[in-house]
């Protein structure tokens, strides 16, 4: 491999950490330099459990310096735009900087301005969102007291797409322990049309949404949250239904306007804002039609220029965004761009979809939802060591990866370029 080669990194979240890690330990005479501006790095797949009260947030946090590996060069600094013909990326205040090989993952943006109210709603309090406020969650939680507590999310890609309902599972179950169930209802509201995609999680979910008397609302689109009134807005998006979407008793107060349009009061409200791509990155070359970095969906190759790569939430993927498809992603990524060094030719392994979304049920329970682009259903076989033969049913062993295995995994493995 050429010594002189520079591998340009954007983003010192998951994906770039693990893929500057891995080119450093496999390749150590590669020269890499990271852009990343944040001096805090984060396991978000934890937040989910902080807004439960159930792990600790400051856990979760760790200094950017300690994660950046050993000879990797860090450029603190935004990148803002991109002259891919001549292989520079512009930066804020370090002027352009040069690449071989660029790696984009920049992750993605919460856009809470697509939703009418939610950024005031956000900023008063008075919606709570793990995305943006994990600890603020548990508050809201704890400070309940009966009445409509409603989760929800939006009509964009967001990032672990289980998030919404694993905290609604959460609420549900805490709301049993602290004996105020009764006097609760729990409402997950949906923009899809199912709970979950992948069949066999999909059957038990359905099981663990009936043992809590959740009120699971498909095809239901947010757009405004009337702050003030403590109201949400929802687009009814399943044309030929209407009639059959609010029940009789009507016990949730629900008022429809027209043929589409719902409102819900609600006495907590919790949402995954609407998301993006960085504004950057939807606005450069770099982008699909949609605004996400266009990649080819097995080898992870810029789909218009060769010696760019991209991966993790920001790339146009038809997968979930989690850390767990990053995991698999790198691999190809690194090893792509080292076969391209070498013989200047694409390397042999392929991203197949995978991607995982550990679905926590209740205190003490989760689901372990793995699958591809196919939504196939692809439990790892490492989950027998473990003594869990049936991951699509619920399990103490996968509260106690998710609590205490997974988060021991990143730090000390994933993160150091370590293959788990
Ligand atoms: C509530 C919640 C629950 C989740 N649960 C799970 C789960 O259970 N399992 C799972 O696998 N995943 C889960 N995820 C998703 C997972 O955390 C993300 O998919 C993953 O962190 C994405 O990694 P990334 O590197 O693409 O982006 P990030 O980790 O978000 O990192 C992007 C980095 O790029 C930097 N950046 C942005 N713009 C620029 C710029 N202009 N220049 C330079 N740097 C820039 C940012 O500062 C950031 O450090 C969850 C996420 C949330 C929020």
């Given amino acids: 491999m050429n010594s002189k080669k520079e591998v340009l990194i954007i983003g010192g979240g998951t994906a770039g950490i693990m893929v500057a890690a891995k080119l450093r330990k ?174 066999p999680i999909r059957d038990t979910l359905m099981d663990v949404v009936n043992r809590y008397h959740i009120h699971f609302k498909p095809s239901y689109s947010p757009y405004r949250v009337d702050v003030q009134n403590k109201i949400i807005h929802f687009k009814h998006t399943a044309v030929g239904e209407n009639r059959c979407v609010i029940n009789e008793d009507n016990d949730l107060g629900e008022s429809m306007v027209g043929d589409t349009d719902i409102s819900m009061p609600f006495d907590m409200l919790h949402i995954a804002p609407p998301q993006a791509a960085p504004k950057f990155i939807r606005e450069s070359v770099l982008a699909d039609g949609n605004g996400w970095l266009s990649v080819n969906h097995n080898t992870l190759q810029h789909n218009k220029y060769p010696n760019i790569f991209g991966l993790g939430d920001v790339a146009d993927l038809p997968t979930a965004k989690t850390g767990a498809a990053i995991r698999k992603q790198v691999p190809v990524v690194v090893n792509n761009i080292a076969t391209m060094m070498k013989i200047n030719s694409l390397g042999q392994k392929e991203y197949n979809g995978y991607s995982s979304c550990p679905l926590v049920t209740g205190y003490g329970k989760m689901v372990l939802a793995e699958f591809d682009y196919a939504g196939n259903f692809t439990p790892d076989p490492k989950l027998k060591r473990m003594f869990v033969f049936n991951s699509d049913k619920e399990h103490w062993r996968l509260w106690m990866l998710k609590k205490y295995g997974l988060p021991y995994l990143y730090w000390n493995k994933m993160l150091k370029g370590i293959d788990v």
């Fill in 26 to 199: 496999e390749h150590k005479d590669v020269s890499v330099t990271l852009i990343e501006p944040a001096d805090t790095h984060y396991y978000q797949p934890a937040w989910t459990l902080v807004g439960a009260g159930t792990f600790d947030f400051q856990k979760t946090a760790r200094p950017m310096k300690d994660l950046i590996p050993q000879g990797v060069k860090w450029v603190m600094d935004k990148a803002v735009g991109f002259d891919p013909k001549n292989n520079l990326v512009k930066t804020e205040s370090n002027g352009d900087l040069s690449y071989d090989y660029l790696v984009v993952a920049t992750g993605l943006v919460m856009e809470p301005s697509m939703i009418e109210g939610l950024q005031e709603g956000l900023e008063k309090g008075v919606v709570c969102s793990n995305y943006t406020d994990p600890k603020h969650t548990w508050e809201v939680l704890r400070n309940f007291k009966g009445g409509n507590a409603v989760f929800t999310q939006p009509t964009t890609p967001i990032k672990c797409g289980g998030a919404p309902q694993k905290i609604a599972y959460l609420a549900a179950d805490y709301f049993r322990k602290k004996g105020i169930a009764d006097k609760s209802n729990v409402i997950f509201a949906t923009p899809g049309t199912v709970i979950f995609g992948v069949k």
